[in-house]
């Protein structure tokens, strides 16, 4: 489930935005996890998470900007992570 | 995210003259009655907070309305060139609370003194947000974030949502029921699905491109790394062609609807012609049945007049009835009387007896003397009674009452008026109901029947060639996107390390993008079904039938009410659409994403008075804070406060002081 965030969060140029990661954050997110293991079997519980409270918050946002450059930097966390993870198993 | 209006302060704005400022209760579950008579200013109110929040204020047909005519008349002819609102609002979100204050003015700018136009009017917005003011460009940031216009039309309620809820209902899916039903999802919160596909997409191919690059730096991969490359260019415009031919379809389709929708009118022109003929035929037969009735009553009321005398020559009959018997008894008697004086007279005369020729005794004879002097006294005493011409007049007299007997024709007039209360009462239903149809017939021209069927002819083959069109490029992009998966294969087999991280960059995003894709028709079936059980649950609060099993949703987010054995209404009344547009409503409130204030203008329109009862009962379940604007035919405050009395947390009266001018008072 996604966990509720305070309701002010500093956000680019300090502009405060209001948030709340429980706006129907709950019910996209326990899809997405179902369809995980099947459609997206890279992706982490944590990054579908944290994908979907990312978009959540900026649902009615139109400038697109914020939200792709956090999530451009979630992926490239996620992939770091994933050859850290495949070079340590390598035997 | 909760929104409530603290107050609202408006300045010259239609008919509210100089500041006005309303303070509003926001307690969970506060009902605020904003009472005022048509034209009083109730809309206006509504607008203001609308005007507030979007910069636009909306007439009846829904089109923006100019700031000139919203400027208050009495304050625009004493020069003022000004009108501004300001909103205090208070945010809650996870058990905290902000106060924030929204404030929108436009001015004319400086030197112009008729300013007319809309761009002769400067704009100033303010905005504080927990006592900290914040730049005006982020005004509208902040009202996205709050109440996003899109979602606007289920908190500001101005009766129009009612019709472009009956649109929705008609699965004709126009271009006004596809943005119910953005608005729809948008309040619901799909966008977070879909614009998580979307960031992933525009990801997934800035990736893909530095994918390429990569590749083609290196010797081995470079010739497959440039067939890659042009081959998702070539893609792209695929894509984008494939787009922008969609995008066509949909234009071509609602156009389609619309004609069929006009060619529908006719069919329903049609019907109506024939209809108003029925209906025509049906007044005349009312009326000749009116004119018999009114001919029986007339001819029955020649002899009403013995009813009404009735009573009276009842008892003038008993009475000459009673004085007669009396005069017959004594003429009886005084010819008994009279017999009896003969016998004795006669047998006085006679000294001795006729039988046995014996002397009579003297004490006979004068006892018969006695009785003959006593007999004598009763004549006279009967003299006066027993008067025969007396008899036969009063006799004479009876006969002529009992003639005037009464004729029972008073019940017959009742139920003769009655009939024709009946004939006014359907007589006036058939008038009404002519009338519609001739409004709905008023100004149609059948000759455009022709020309909509020419268009509709012309758009269907338009589709087709679109539809073939876009097959063929469908079939090309599957068929880039299989060289494309081959190429990349082709790339990632010969494992080069400097592409490893990119490889898997590529195939995280490109899941990842899959997963939002598939979430969208997941998300959107399961808030359909939410929406349905919640519209159901508020419907069964509302409705008066019993037999109403509950809503069934389709994939434009209309309902249908659901009968007895799961089969769907399909006749619904005005008063019906409004219980089920408000179902929607309240289900939209419960599942939204965003809660505002909900503030309806004008809400008991079609409806009878249990099912106004019923959903004043509910309104405060509706929102935190309910705001009804009402006249006194919707909402008598002696008559229907009763049930909701300890809900109402207060009540605003609007004063129409003059044909310009109104207050805002509170009660």
């Keep these: ?91 | 995210v909760t929104m409530l209006l603290d107050a609202v302060e408006i300045e010259n704005f239609g008919p509210y003259y100089g500041e006005q400022i309303v303070t509003l209760p926001s307690e969970s579950g506060s009902l605020i009655l904003v009472h005022g008579e048509n034209m009083a200013g109730k809309t206006s109110f509504l607008n203001a907070i609308r005007w507030a929040l979007y910069g636009y204020a909306k007439d009846r047909a829904g089109k923006p309305i100019p700031i000139r005519k919203l400027i208050n008349a009495d304050a625009y002819d004493e020069g003022q060139r000004r009108l501004g609102v300001r909103l205090r609002l208070r945010v809650r979100s996870s058990g905290q609370e902000v106060q924030l204050i929204l404030r929108r003015q436009r001015q004319a700018k400086q030197g112009l003194t008729a300013a007319t136009a809309d761009a002769d009017y400067e704009e100033f917005r303010e905005i504080d947000f927990g006592g900290s003011v914040r730049p005006a460009s982020e005004f509208d940031d902040y009202v996205n974030m709050l109440l996003p216009e899109g979602i606007s039309r289920f908190f500001l309620f101005d009766g129009e949502l009612l019709n472009e809820y009956e649109e929705l209902v008609s699965e004709g899916g126009s271009h006004q029921a596809q943005m119910v039903q953005q608005s729809i999802e948008m309040i619901l919160g799909v966008p977070a699905a879909t614009r998580g596909r979307d960031d992933l997409e525009f990801l997934r191919k800035e990736v893909s491109k530095k994918y390429q690059r990569e590749a083609k730096l290196n010797s081995s991969a470079r010739e497959a790394a440039e067939r890659l490359e042009n081959e998702s260019a070539a893609l792209q415009r695929a894509q984008d062609d494939l787009a922008e031919m969609n995008r066509q379809l949909g234009d071509r389709e609602r156009e389609l609807r619309a004609y069929e929708i006009e060619l529908k009118k006719f069919s329903e022109m049609r019907e109506d012609a024939t209809r108003l003929k029925d209906l025509r035929d049906q007044k005349d037969e009312l009326d000749v049945e009116r004119q018999k009735a009114v001919r029986r009553r007339a001819e029955l009321a020649k002899d009403v007049w013995r009813d009404v005398l009735e009573p009276r020559l009842r008892h003038e009959i008993a009475r000459l009835d009673r004085d007669l018997r009396i005069i017959r008894d004594a003429i009886t008697e005084a010819d008994r009387v009279e017999s009896e004086i003969a016998r004795l007279e006669k047998s006085l005369t006679q000294d001795t007896c006729p039988t046995c020729g014996r002397p009579v005794p003297e004490e006979h004879l004068a006892r018969s003397r006695a009785d003959l002097e006593e007999l004598l006294r009763r004549r006279e005493d009967l003299r006066d009674l027993a008067d025969r011409s007396r008899h036969d007049e009063l006799s004479g007299a009876l006969g002529r009452l009992r003639d005037v007997a009464p004729a029972g024709v008073i019940a017959g007039i009742q139920e003769i008026e009655r009939q024709m209360r009946s004939n006014t009462i359907a007589a006036t239903r058939v008038l009404q109901q002519i009338s519609q149809v001739e409004q709905r017939l008023h100004g149609s021209n059948p000759a455009e029947f022709t020309e909509y069927e020419r268009k509709r002819k012309e758009t269907n083959r338009l589709i087709a060639k679109i539809e073939a069109a876009i097959g063929t490029r469908q079939g090309e992009v599957r068929q880039r996107e299989a060289v494309i998966a081959n190429l990349e294969r082709a790339i990632n087999e010969q494992n080069l390390p400097a592409l490893r991280r990119l490889q898997i960059h590529l195939d995280l995003v490109k899941s990842l993008e899959g997963l939002f894709t598939e979430s969208v028709a997941e998300l959107t079936t399961r808030l359909r079904r939410s929406v349905e059980s919640a519209a159901t649950d508020v419907f069964l609060g509302l409705t008066t039938d019993p037999l109403y099993e509950g809503l069934r949703i389709n994939d434009h987010y209309g309902l249908a009410i659901v009968g007895p054995g799961g089969r769907e209404v399909l006749i619904r009344s005005a008063g019906a659409e409004q219980v089920v547009a408000l179902s929607l409503i309240g289900a939209l409130n419960r599942s939204a994403t965003r809660k505002g204030p909900v503030i309806m203008d004008t809400p008991f329109g079609r409806l009878d008075p249990t099912h106004r009862a019923n959903i004043l009962k509910f309104l405060p379940t509706l929102g935190d804070q309910v705001i009804l604007l009402v006249h006194s035919g919707e909402i008598d405050p002696d008559r229907d406060l009763g049930p909701i009395a300890t809900s109402v947390r207060k009540r605003i009266v609007i004063e129409h002081e003059t044909s310009t001018r109104s207050v805002l008072r509170e009660v």
């Design chain 1, 1 to 91: 489930m996604t966990e509720s965030k305070p309701i002010l969060l500093k956000r680019r140029r300090s502009k405060v935005a209001v948030a709340s990661n429980g706006d129907r954050g709950d019910l996209l997110e326990e899809i997405l996890l179902d369809l995980r293991p099947q459609v997206a079997p890279l992706a982490t519980p944590e990054l579908v998470h944290l994908l979907c409270a990312i978009e959540v918050r900026n649902q009615f946002d139109d400038d697109r900007g914020p939200a792709r450059k956090t999530i451009r930097e979630a992926v490239e966390n996620a992939v770091t992570i994933l050859i850290h993870e495949g070079e340590e198993s390598r035997p």
